[in-house]
């Protein structure tokens, strides 16, 4: 995945270094240099979906993944869309759990639009046909080099896409697809996010602690190759520590109705602790139950950013389910209003929700939240892509390791992960890499990316269109590691 040292250095010999400079007069053939048009890195996500340019900071075009459909049968995309409470629209997700696609026609779309409403707009066409002068006379038809024109946003821009490490190959191959045959990109290339995320921290050897939305995965990265036998996936992640509020919040005295902010006419001040006063908006035809899941979301998002904090009992010196007492006594609490004004101190439930993260017997459980499995654990799930990988590659992942994601943002876990690496391998040189910027963190592996295909010698990796037509879409397993 990483840009390839001199072929010397891999013992390869003159083929190695012949086959790439072969690539590399091929792509500059097509007119693609590296001094022409930037890379576009589309980094798409279970919760959001991000695109930039190569080369910059941060993606210009960051929209939600989730989508509206519609009682007419149209979907609808984007935060203003898909947040406005419009009668009997579902809210839907083209990605199943494991972030990967379940529907490919809804994919190609909200991707089609992340770059095109943010980077790349719609091509100039016929003056005629830009809505500044009278339409053409009816029944002419449009002139198809334009209608090409319109259909091909990329057709001078190289596109790199990231990917979970457990992506299927046919996955896989319907990427580059959309990519070079509908989208008409000149190259191509497709990036393990693992890997992406350790470029970005500059760490071509690490081990990559991923926590998202949807799930948690842990990544051993040598010398910028993913060591697949070691990647591991977890359903424990920031999804389901909203779940774990949800329940928290159900089975407290009194109960904490999670209200939505769209559902909120007016409110008024009230005390910690005493009921809400507030005017509640009432619909003829309401929107979707997901509608009001998804805005329920958003109030457990606010709770988990300004609340929920880990606890460390490597630090504390015993359990959370030991220090319960304490807590309440000690601990100051953070305070949090909801939306129909109710708010409170909250102390040892802000622990709570995240504790199951790390012990399996600290989850709260319900009827349709059973115990998660002891395996997806951020602990097992490190010490297991540990004990996967090569004794001679471990030292170099314990001594970088990366952790990541829009979910690891929660207080206090990068010290709860290094307790708990430290713990399992005493005696090893352990380190933990973890940005400080908010927008890293959050999108790391669009930031190796936008890197990566940033860089000058980055060009040889890069699959033409005509490498594309000359050996089709299984050419991505070949060369996308």
Known sequence: MSVPPPAVEYGAGTQLHSAQNTRQRQYEADSHTKDEIAAIVLDPGYSVTR??????????????????HLQDGSTVFDDSAVHNPTP???????????????????????????????????????PLRNGLNDPPPQGEDQEMEDAEEQENPLAETPLLMTEPGWNPPKNREKTIEIALEKWGAPAFWLGREGVLAAFSSGKPSSLVIDLGASSTSVTPVHDGLMLKKGTLRSPLAGNWVSDQLRMIFSQSNPQVNITPHYMISSKTPVDAGTPAQATYRSFANPPHE??????????????????VQVWNPHKQGSSLAQNVEHIKTQDQGRPFEFPDGWNNVFSVDRYR??????????????????APKAEHTIPKLAKTALDAIDTDIKPHCLYNVVVTGGSSLFYGLNDRVFSEVQAMYQGSRIRLHSPGNLVERKYASWVGGSILASLGTFHQMWISKKEYEEQGSMIVEKRCK
């Open 88 to 126: 009997g629209m579902e809210i839907r997700n083209h990605m199943n759990t494991d972030s990967t696609v379940n529907d490919w026609d809804i994919a190609e779309k909200l991707w089609y639009y992340s770059i095109t409403s943010r980077l790349t707009g719609r091509k100039q066409t016929s």
């Open 290 to 307: 997901s509608f009001y899941r998804l805005q329920q979301e958003r109030v457990l998002t606010e709770f988990k950013e300004t609340c």
């Open 51 to 68: 695109a930039g340019f190569a080369g910059e900071d941060t993606p210009k075009s960051v929209l939600p993944s989730y989508y509206g």
């Open 353 to 370: 929700a995240v504790e199951g993260l790390f012990d399996e017997n600290a989850a709260i459980t319900d009827d349709k939240n059973p």
